[in-house]
């Protein structure tokens, strides 16, 4: 057994220390992340890190997954995620290493004194700074870890948990070449493949590329590698990454038991005597899938009800497969037996069981946020509670109620609700975790001089410009990966809540103009709105860089270029804007349609997905 079943709260406090080492040649770094995240672990790993910076390192993991690190990684520091996240500039980083040099402590600590920062941006810079450094653990093929399970949650009870799913496919993306995968999945590489129904429920968190999404179809069909790789536009390489990152997370199927689920699931999509052809059951003629004889697959298949989150029960990753072996210990597909039928319902009552549960807790703190209770309330701790019983309790609720957590349990209908409510604890956070503020709130409590209605009407603003900035973020994700339509939809929800920022203002503009015909009044349009966001905003990069682009529609190019190296002036992080200039500067034909802007995208908002 790689770790250790699930147990009570009070086993789990008579377990607290107990460890275990594992061998990384035996089980990989995503199959053993994987596992934790199965088993809910809570504890660390140790490990020893290679050259150049040798020495002990730790993982923090609480449920499951990972809350920070000291691997040491030069490329990951604080610093520059910041800065390439734009939430601070070069002058606010410089003026806070001179403290932290002058007075010691930590970057963000002193980043939040000058009012650089607030706390939840630190918490979301150190959460991309953790997923950064243990990318780098994904090169590991040897060494040990040391699990040991106990309430070790890291150094600050708020920190934010890391996507696990979405970590092991960066990792293996980064580290792994076909070679690699050969020689960890064994056998079961070269056999039929198929993904399983889970997939349909964990997909958006793996963050795939759009380039994926050819491979996966494939998958759901079921398909071997070499037919995937053969596949216009997919890479050999790439198409071996994304098997073995569902491998590893136990979301694919090999061998038999893949053409045994292929078998059921055409049985259950096969169209009856005189029926028409299920919407998008057949390949286009002409279309990559076609030529491959591999059809798409049809939305019934694609749609199968996918198997429960894992919740229960040990888990037991195998070495890596020998020669002989075909599947990773997979799961048997579920059959039309009465024990599984019975499974399924109990899986039902039981999912049932956790929303009813959840909905009870929302309503709850909803209702004390609606009255205006205080920090100590919403938090369910006493005013006597302690630093360690805060950080308990925060580590709980963060758990519990991060909106990144949604989509695991399939509560995603919930976002909007549990974003307002996700937002007023991380201010209640920020309070109770400085010792003076929480003395001061507990001192106005107990004269009575605690007003919940004057509280409310001055941290409404903060709650909406907290929730907007969540909103946008996920508007930068999606715009990043040239996802426009839903791009467009956060930038417009995050606009509810703060409608005179003017870099949503671009964003939307940007997007619309995306998603039309790109006709000349849709860039007069977007013209109109950018030069708006600049007139609100001299400095906003983004709406310069913008502008360049819709300038060279219009045929406008030397303003186009003034507009580029404005953007590259404003932020010499955009190198993609100087980029621009100076190929629009060395033509000299008739102007042409703009460079493609997929690449200045991602040079706008930064690193790779």
């Not at 000291?70 to 806070?96: C, F, H, K, M, Y």
């Not at 003017?502 to 039309?516: E, M, T």
């Not at 997929?598 to 706008?604: M, P, R, Y």
Request: net charge neutral; proline share 7%.
């Amino acid at each position: 057994m790689l770790i250790w079943p699930r147990m009570s709260a009070a086993d789990a406090g008579a377990a607290s220390g107990a460890s275990k080492r594992v061998s990384l040649a035996a089980v990989s770094v995503p199959r053993l992340l994987f596992a934790l995240l199965h088993q809910r672990f809570t504890g660390t790993l140790a490990l020893e890190q290679p050259g150049p910076h040798p020495g002990p390192r730790t993982v923090w993991v609480r449920g499951g997954m990972p809350v920070f690190t000291d691997w040491v990684a030069p490329t990951e520091v604080l610093g520059r995620v910041l800065l390439g996240q734009q939430v601070i500039d070069e002058g606010q980083l410089s003026r806070a290493l001179e403290a932290m040099a002058a007075q010691g402590g930590l970057l963000g600590t002193h980043l939040m004194a000058h009012g650089a920062i607030d706390r939840p941006q630190l918490l979301e810079g150190l959460r991309r700074q953790g997923a950064g450094k243990l990318e780098q653990l994904f090169a590991l093929r040897e060494g040990e870890v040391l699990i040991t399970q106990g309430e070790a949650i890291g150094p600050d009870a708020d920190l934010l948990p890391l996507n696990v799913l979405g970590l092991v496919l960066a990792g293996v993306g980064a580290s792994y070449d076909e070679a690699r995968v050969a020689a960890e999945m064994g056998a079961a590489l070269a056999a039929p493949l198929r993904v399983t129904g889970a997939l349909a429920r964990y997909r958006s968190h793996f963050h795939f590329r759009p380039e994926d999404e050819v491979i996966l179809q494939g998958l759901e069909q079921g398909a071997e590698i070499g037919r995937l790789a053969a596949l216009p536009g997919v890479r050999p390489r790439r198409a071996a990454q994304v098997i073995y990152a569902l491998w590893a997370c136990q979301m694919l199927r090999t061998g038999t038991a893949a053409t045994a689920e292929g078998t059921t699931a055409a049985k259950a999509t096969a169209p009856t005597r005189g029926s028409a052809p299920t919407r998008g059951s057949g390949a286009t003629p002409g279309s990559a899938t076609a030529r491959a004889s591999m059809p798409t697959p049809a939305p019934a298949a694609r749609a199968s009800a996918p198997t429960p989150a894992p919740s229960a029960g040990a888990v037991t990753p195998t070495p890596a497969p020998s020669a002989q072996a075909t599947t990773p210990a997979p799961v048997p597909p579920r059959a039309a037996t009465g024990r599984a039928r019975r499974e399924t319902e109990v899986d039902a009552e039981t999912s049932m069981a956790d929303e009813a549960s959840f909905l009870a807790e929302l309503a709850a703190l909803e209702a004390k946020i609606e009255g205006g209770d205080h920090a100590f309330d919403l938090f369910g701790v006493p005013l006597t509670a302690t630093k360690r019983e805060i950080r308990a309790a925060w580590g709980e609720l963060s758990r519990r109620f991060h909106p990144d957590a949604l989509q695991g349990r399939g509560l995603t209908h919930l976002r909007e609700r549990v974003n307002k409510v996700f937002a007023a604890l991380s201010e209640a956070q920020q309070v109770l975790g400085d010792a003076d503020q929480r003395d001061k709130l507990r001192d106005a409590i107990e004269r009575g001089e605690h007003e919940p209605s004057a509280r409310n009407d001055a941290t409404a603003r903060a709650h909406a410009v907290f929730q907007s900035e969540l909103l946008a973020k996920e508007g930068d994700k999606l715009l990043r990966a040239s996802r426009f339509d839903r791009a467009l939809e956060r930038y417009n929800e995050a606009a509810k809540h703060n409608d005179d920022e003017p870099d949503l203002k671009a964003a939307i503009a940007w997007c619309r103009y995306q998603l039309s015909a790109k006709g000349t009044t849709d860039a007069a349009l977007l013209q109109v709105a950018l030069a708006q966001a600049i007139e609100q905003a001299p400095r906003l990069a983004r709406a310069h860089y913008f502008l360049g682009f819709v300038l060279a529609d219009l045929g406008r190019n030397n303003a186009a270029i003034e507009a580029f190296r404005t953007a590259a002036k404003l932020d010499p992080r955009l190198i993609d804007a100087e980029r621009q200039a100076r190929t629009l500067k060395l033509r000299t034909a008739a102007p042409e349609p703009a460079p493609s802007m997929l690449g200045g995208l991602k040079g706008l908002f930064g690193g790779k997905k």
